[in-house]
């Protein structure tokens, strides 16, 4: 959309009508879109590669990007195409063992070859440079594993990061530092760093290392294989388990009722469950592993047992619910029913005991004292 320009100078752009503002929004989508599907055809795409001839995933990554974002290839010279071109008449026809090889071809004719380079012309010169172009389309690039030419091309990327990093923390003044390792034992490269002095000085002074060392110890940890999850599974101890499952049931329950708008601290009570939980704020936990009550994940078994209930609540198939006015009245009564029935649906409440007062135990005691006194008198 073309700019206007107001009186004061400032470059300002035409507003935007409705239809305008979304045809932009649309072609952003579609870019958007394109782009995505783009990434995911390459990754799929690097999948099959790997899976069907054997190879390994970053294996296969490293074949497709390589040459075309770590280094730029070279351009096309007129006199090499040139060349290229008369060396190539000249073994027309010749054995493999016959021909002639390009340094000798040069220095037996290097002032013919200078003069008939002179004479080209830009058209003949730009036919040599396509002939070039051409071939380099063509070639077919044998894929192998070359960690010597993995190695020469992150050198060449980092030393170009470093001439870019340097000029940058030069002109703005920024400080840090990064660190690149190899990512497998069969790659040659070396640990590549860079560290401004204030960031140097801080792995020095606050982590107590040496960068080239901290350096060596990020390698040995990715090519021990130390950063893959660990496999193995660690018997955690039984309470552990349970009081993860208590922790998980008291926090669903605390954040169904906060939905409810309760504003209480409400704890949840395995023994009376029915009736202070489920009658009195209309949640109940479904999806209960066992069969019988809801009970204490003490009370439940083992370890298997504890490990099938924390399993059930991470899955969320044993997960509170919000019961309705309707499903809520029928609970209530199909308790009454089961209690009317014998069974202990709503536990009877402890009886105080109520204790001594300590003030009647002082009383008599001191008047027995008083009255032994006396006596002895």
């Not at 958007?32 to 055809?41: E, F, L, P, Q, W």
């Not at 070279?74 to 054995?95: H, M, P, Q, T, Y």
């Amino acid at each position: 959309m073309a700019r206007t320009t107001t009186l004061h100078g400032k470059r300002v752009r035409p507003k935007l009508s409705s239809g305008q503002k979304e045809e932009r929004r649309t072609r952003q989508m579609k870019l958007a879109s394109d782009i995505a599907s783009a990434r995911g055809a390459y990754a799929q795409e690097a999948r099959d590669i790997a899976q069907t001839h054997g190879r390994s995933l970053k294996w296969t990554r490293v074949q497709l990007l390589m040459g075309q974002n770590l280094r730029d290839r070279r351009r096309i010279n007129s006199w090499n195409a040139f060349i290229r071109a008369k060396l190539r008449e000249v073994n027309a026809g010749r054995d493999r063992g016959d021909r002639v090889k390009l340094t000798q071809f040069v220095a037996q004719n290097k002032d013919d070859l200078l003069v008939a380079y002179k004479n080209l012309t830009p058209a003949q010169q730009e036919a040599y440079n396509a002939e070039v172009q051409v071939a380099r389309d063509t070639k077919v690039v044998i894929a192998c594993s070359n960690p010597k030419a993995v190695s020469h091309t992150v050198s060449a990327a980092f030393a170009n990061m470093d001439r870019e990093w340097t000029a940058l923390c030069a002109q703005t003044g920024l400080e840090g530092f990064y660190i690149a390792v190899r990512g497998t034992v069969e790659d040659l490269s070396e640990p590549k760093v860079f560290f401004t002095q204030k960031a140097e000085n801080f792995v020095r002074t606050v982590l107590d290392i040496e960068p080239r060392r901290l350096a060596l110890c990020l390698e040995s940890w990715v090519v021990s294989g130390l950063d893959m999850p660990n496999t193995t599974k660690y018997q955690r101890p039984l309470n552990k388990l349970i009081s993860e499952c208590r922790a998980l049931i008291q926090e669903e329950l605390d954040y169904l009722l906060t939905k409810k708008k309760v504003s209480t601290n409400v704890k949840m009570n395995y023994t009376n469950y029915e009736h202070q939980i489920v009658e009195r704020y209309g949640v109940m936990l479904t999806g209960w592993p066992f069969s019988g009550a809801v009970r204490n994940p003490s009370k439940i078994g083992g370890r298997a047992e504890v490990e099938k209930l924390l399993d059930a609540l991470n899955s969320e198939t044993c997960k509170w619910v919000r019961l309705t006015d309707e499903e809520l009245r029928a609970r209530v009564i199909h308790n009454k029913e089961r209690q009317a029935r014998g069974e202990t649906v709503y536990q009877p409440r402890r009886t105080r005991t109520i204790k001594a007062s300590t003030t009647h135990v002082r009383t008599s005691s001191v008047c027995s004292a008083t009255s032994a006194d006396s006596n002895s008198d």
